[in-house]
């Protein structure tokens, strides 16, 4: 099983995880961290103890937002750890892909079905179109 690392400003990684729950049902495997009262250093410490704890396993990380301390302690992970995938400006329909592909999709092409789910998922409701 290919785990999810969702790391987040505040508790929107642990809701965005509450939230996928009560929509696709219970899963294991996705993991929610805050940078709340973490130096950088302890944030990439906690997500580096996540990969080793799960070392059976791959592993893709989402982040918030690009050019946020989350992110940049994501870009340092990455530059660390070159099998660790790392998507910025995680959202639920992000994370509902994830769940339903990271069993059926090869790993190398995960990351762009998450990121195509995200995409297509921000759309300007015009009432003409109805």
Same mark, same amino acid.
């Given at each position: ?41 302890? #944030?990439?410490?906690? =997500? ?11 592993? =893709? ?25 790392? =998507? ?6 992000? =994370?509902?892909?994830? #769940? ?31």
């Amino acid at each position: 099983m290919v785990i999810g690392i969702i790391v987040t400003h505040g508790r929107l990684a642990e809701e965005l995880l509450s939230t996928a729950k009560v929509i696709y049902g219970n899963f294991e495997g996705c993991f929610a961290v805050t940078n709340s009262a973490k130096s950088p250093q302890a #944030l990439l410490d906690e =997500i580096h103890s996540l990969i080793d704890g799960n070392q059976e396993s791959r592993c =893709i990380v989402l982040t918030d937002f690009f050019g946020g301390s989350c992110c940049h302690v994501c870009m340092k992970l990455r530059m660390e750890r070159d099998d660790v995938p790392v =998507i910025t400006g995680v959202n639920l329909p992000m =994370i509902l892909a994830f #769940l339903n592909k990271r069993d059926t999709v090869p790993f190398d092409g995960l990351p762009g079905e998450i990121i195509g789910r995200g995409h297509h998922s921000i759309q300007l409701i015009d009432p003409e179109s109805f």
